[in-house]
Nanobody, 123 residues
């Protein structure tokens, strides 16, 4: 069982920045596939970014603005968000998969989920 705890959400003006953090339990964190997803009101949950080992993947809408990274000593994955837009508003979820299947980006590919953190970008 892996527990995930997110932090770092909040209210920011368009053009601003936020950094989300997610601390994971477990001794094999470095082998976990980690992902960030978001869900806007009335919309389905979508992948934002994922990291498997040193490989990263981003949805087109955030490429060049968001960066996912991990610290395997601290069991933490980060999402640095810059040049935020109102369309980035939503609940952001951290997710983990321990099955070592490589890069995956759909909701069904992840075993464990955090409770979510709200990000609101005002125009």
């Amino acid at each position: 069982q892996v527990q995930l705890v997110e932090s770092g959400g909040g209210l920011v003006q368009a053009g601003g920045s936020l950094r989300l953090s997610c601390v994971a339990s477990g001794r094999a964190f470095s082998s976990y596939l980690m992902g960030w997803f978001r869900q806007a009101p009335g919309k389905v949950r979508e992948s934002v970014a994922a990291i498997s080992g040193t490989k990263t993947n981003y949805v087109d809408a955030v490429k060049g603005r968001f960066t996912i990274s991990r610290d395997n000593v601290k069991n933490t994955v980060y999402l640095q968000m810059s040049r935020l837009e109102p369309e980035d508003t939503g609940v952001y979820y951290c997710a983990a998969d321990t099955r070592m299947r490589g890069m995956r980006t759909t909701v069904d590919d992840y075993e464990y989920w955090g409770q979510g953190t709200q990000v609101t970008v005002s125009s």
